[in-house]
């Protein structure tokens, strides 16, 4: 058994794709009209093209925003990507503009930071030491 895809929930896809695709540096996989405004639309790492997919979800269903506001309010975020060095990805990121609401942290065996994909969600980047 292998995590093919997962998710994050988010209030504009075409603003997702844009910040996972023209800042965070992930490939578009699949971009599906699904009817309306929603799309199966999925992004990769350009370093594992036939990895795990993220879909960059629509957050219309009544349970979603209260979920995601109370993760965002506490400080939680919705998913982990790793990277070969936390605090040059803090560096690049911050340079073009990226809120981030913890700045690298070792805690323990890990260094994370914390950003705000614009779309709704914290997300965290972590590289194992």
Not at 63 to 79: F, H, Q, R
Not at 82 to 100: I, M, N, P, Q
């Amino acid at each position: 058994m292998r995590i093919n895809l997962t998710s994050v929930f988010v209030d504009d896809q075409e603003k997702a794709l844009r910040f996972y695709t023209d800042v965070l540096g992930f490939a578009k996989k699949h971009d599906v009209p699904l009817g309306g405004e929603d799309r199966w639309l999925t992004v990769v790492s350009p370093e594992e093209p036939d990895g795990t997919e993220l879909l960059l979800e629509p957050n219309k269903h009544p349970a979603v925003k209260p979920y995601t506001t109370a993760l965002v309010e506490d400080g939680i975020p919705a998913t982990a990507f790793t990277v070969d060095d936390v605090r040059a990805e803090f560096d690049r990121l911050s340079k073009l503009g990226v809120r981030f609401t913890q700045e690298p942290v070792e805690m323990g065996p890990v260094t994370t930071a914390v950003l705000d994909d614009t779309c709704g969600n914290l997300i965290q980047i972590m590289q194992s030491a």
